[in-house]
């Protein structure tokens, strides 16, 4: 699938000015990224573009869910998104790396259009939380997989009981000391 044709702006055609864009980013637009870890969700995007004959500045707001993998019991679940940012886009003589790209990239004179798609991707993977759990019930209960939660304490219960001491290092300790 080509996404770059979906998610950009011809603002070459456009005059100076103020213009709103939004694009709708869904599990299509996911998966069509091979390593990424969020492969379904449903997102909006709202870009408003500011045009002057010198640069480009958008204001970009993405909202609404996609789907993560518990780190506690692997179940998938979906979790809100939220990201704004701002993107300055200024002219040049060629394109800057988007990998360099924070809030500030360069765009050859000769380009007609601005692709975002590798934009969108990068702020919802940076939008993703490190620690990634069912939230709790109204009771502050887990919705984690009770079976996996189960699982998860015998072994937990098992390797408590690993670990006694072993007495071929217990002389060793007493060197610490």
């Known amino acids: 699938m080509n996404t770059q044709a979906r998610y950009s702006i011809e603002h070459k055609a456009l005059s100076n000015g103020v213009y709103p864009f939004e694009y709708q980013i869904d599990e299509k637009f996911l998966s069509s990224f091979e390593h990424s870890e969020v492969k379904n969700g449903m997102l909006t995007a709202h870009v408003v573009l ?3 004959s010198t640069f480009l500045h958008l204001d970009i707001k993405m909202e609404g869910e996609i ?8 179940d998938k679940f979906f979790i809100p998104l939220l990201h704004e940012t701002e993107l300055t886009v200024k002219f040049g003589q060629t394109n800057s790396d988007l990998s360099d790209a924070d809030t500030e990239i ?6 007609t259009e601005l692709v975002l798609d590798k934009h ?4 919802i993977n940076i ?6 759990t069912h939230p709790d019930d109204a009771q502050g209960n887990s919705t984690c997989n009770p079976d996996m939660l189960n699982l998860l304490e015998t072994l937990n219960a098992d390797n408590e009981d690993e670990k006694t001491s072993d007495p071929r290092w ?5 060197l610490m000391n």
């Open 50 to 52: 500011r045009k002057s």
């Open 67 to 74: 789907e993560v993998e518990c780190d506690l019991c692997l």
């Open 106 to 111: 360069t765009l050859a004179e000769t380009e």
């Open 120 to 123: 969108f991707f990068d702020y």
């Open 127 to 132: 939008s993703i939380p490190t620690r990634k």
């Open 170 to 174: 217990d002389a060793l300790k007493t």
